[in-house]
């Protein structure tokens, strides 16, 4: 029968001990023992440990049955397989680069056979980067293969005998699965082969279908599955499995521009030109990202419907991407139905190169609906200059004007890492002015000004339109610029009040129109449009900035709104009160 001493409710080894203890005294024959002084005292103490050393294995094996609780990564891994998820692995680095082959004699053709070695040194390592496919420049072409990519990692192959009931584990941790091809031989004796497939879904499956499946093993390795003769052709005894694929160093060659032939082509002298440095490169998914998206990854069942499920597909296809929005193209002026538009910034490079771009569109078409069709665009950047004037107490502080102006300074850009920086961002001036305010103890007063910026980087001497969408309402008369050279004089933009832009300049204290109506403003909207004449020159970029009608505003579609430390100006004075 139950003793109401004995408590359960703690894995506490003193409780427990206190409560065995207490359920002993409670017993007519054990009551008048010394339970700190008898031997008795040893197996309190035998019991209390033996219990809770059971509570917390208990614990800790429920803990990790659990995908939101597990904390060892074979648990983790095996609960997203559960939902389907196969954590990403190691990725190459990949890079673009021309090779420009220039042979002795005239051949048709040269062959750039798959796994051609590049080198390529970073710091005090050496990397190998390597083709995946055979390319064949011909005489038409010169014999330049433009835009090749090339993808950090060695080629390993490892191969199984077909067994029933057997696993077929990959042994190398630091595998890119997006690299594995597989091939069947038939047997030792017979030598035909066939080329296998990876699956990611049974939709379309059938017993003749060459395909297999890859999930993921213990000890960060992965597994080759095969079908069953009713969905995927089953492998039959004695058929020789040769799996192939990269092994990558993640993400440590990212940013490596310079590569040098491994051995040669052909013989023939190669001239290598690099047009995209390494990027993209990445470590094996870590626990957290695995507890993120599997479950993300279960609901969108590899199909593209909503913006969500393109944000997750994306991110675990393209784990370089650092920030991304969706919409529909219903949402632009003029609306283009029966488009959904993708809107990427990576961390590695700006903008998007083209072959990223035809690469993201091609993979992501072919889970999104028959009637959608996917484009991709980069991401558009509004910035916002920002104008502090501020004082601060002499009697309150040691530090000096300079002091203060760094500390606003790393103020405000950490108000840009937290608050902005992103699509679909709201900028609030009371949470910048707080965040100023608040920065320093000495700091008394500041005044905030601030200002949208649209920056342009107009080809010289070329005509060029721009369509800038501030997609704010802005002040009448308050669009400017930077300066730029025009008519061999320093020039700006200026806003005529009449929804109109100028090009003046500023001669003995006065200003001087150069050329009318180079652009238009709808004040209303934030739409500007310009007509840029034969620009000689400008340094960096032209800033085009105005001021928002309201001291909050917020961007939307394919805008990412941010605080460049260019754009800050800071003025402090120090007072004593």
């Known amino acids: 029968m139950a003793n109401s001493a004995l408590v359960i409710s703690s894995l506490d080894f003193d409780n427990i001990r206190s409560s065995l203890a207490d359920y002993l005294r409670a017993k ?77 004699d005239a051949p048709s053709s040269i062959l750039i056979p798959k796994g051609t070695a590049f080198t390529a040194r970073l710091d005090n390592d050496i990397y190998t980067f390597t083709t995946a496919e055979n390319i064949i420049t011909t005489s038409s072409q010169s014999y330049l293969a433009s835009n090749v990519a090339i993808y950090e990692g060695v080629y390993v192959t490892e191969t199984f005998t077909f067994a029933a009931g057997s696993k077929y584990i990959l042994q190398n941790t630091n595998i890119d699965t997006s690299s594995l091809s597989v091939n069947i031989q038939t047997s030792n004796t017979d030598t035909s082969n066939s080329d296998y497939t990876q699956a990611t879904s049974l939709i379309g499956l059938n017993s003749s279908s060459s395909v297999f499946f890859l999930q993921a093993a213990d000890k960060g390795r992965y597994e080759l599955i095969f079908g069953d003769g009713v969905l995927g052709k089953a492998l039959s005894a004695g058929n020789i499995i040769s799996a192939t694929y990269r092994v990558s160093q993640g993400d440590a060659p990212n940013g490596i521009s310079a590569f040098t032939l491994a051995s040669s082509i052909s013989g023939y002298p190669v001239t290598i030109t690099t047009n995209t440095p390494a990027f993209g490169g990445m470590l094996a998914e870590s626990i957290d990202s695995i507890k993120y998206n599997a479950p993300r990854h279960y609901q969108t069942q590899e199909r593209a419907v909503t913006p969500e499920d393109y944000k997750t597909i994306l991110k675990s296809q393209y784990p370089d991407i650092r920030t991304i929005n969706v919409f529909g193209g219903e ?55 920002v104008d502090v004037s501020a004082e601060y107490n002499l009697n309150l502080t040691t530090q000096t004007v300079s002091d203060i102006q760094n500390t606003i300074k790393n103020a405000i850009l950490a108000f840009n890492t937290s608050y902005l920086d992103n699509f679909n961002i709201s900028f609030r001036y009371s949470k910048l002015a707080a965040a100023i305010d ?50 061999n004089v320093a020039s700006y933009l200026k806003d005529t009040g009449l929804g109109e832009i100028e090009i003046a300049t500023s001669e003995a204290g006065s200003e001087v129109t150069l050329l009318h109506v180079v652009g238009t403003i709808d004040y209303s909207t934030g739409k500007v449009i310009l007509n840029l004449p034969e620009i000689q020159d400008y340094i960096r970029e032209i800033e085009v900035y105005a001021k928002s009608k309201a001291n909050d505003f917020s961007v939307y579609n394919n805008t990412i709104l941010a605080i460049d430390p260019d754009d800050i100006n800071i003025t402090v004075t120090a007072v004593r009160k």
């Open 28 to 104: 007519p024959q054990f009551k008048d023992i010394d339970y700190e002084g008898s031997n008795i005292s040893v197996l309190l103490d035998l019991l209390a440990y033996n219990t809770h050393l059971n509570g917390f294995y208990t614990n800790m094996a429920i803990s990790e049955s659990f995908l939101d609780s597990a904390q060892l990564r074979d648990s983790v891994v095996s609960r997203a397989k559960e939902l389907n998820y196969t954590p990403r692995s190691n990725r190459s680095a990949t890079a673009y680069i021309d090779i420009q082959i220039t042979p002795s």
């Open 331 to 385: 949402k632009l002026d003029p609306p283009k139905y029966g488009k959904v538009y993708i809107s990427i910034d990576f961390n590695s490079f700006d903008g998007i190169p083209l072959v990223i771009k035809d690469s993201i569109e091609s993979f992501i078409s072919t889970k999104t609906p028959i009637s959608i069709e996917p484009l991709v665009i980069a991401a558009d950047y509004t910035y916002i200059m």
């Open 438 to 487: 608040s920065s320093d103890a000495s700091i008394i007063t500041s005044n905030l000004i601030t200002k949208v910026i649209k920056k342009v980087y107009p080809e010289l001497n070329t005509p060029i339109q721009y369509t800038l969408e501030f997609q704010n309402a802005l002040e009448v008369g308050s669009l400017g610029s930077s300066t730029f050279t025009y008519a």
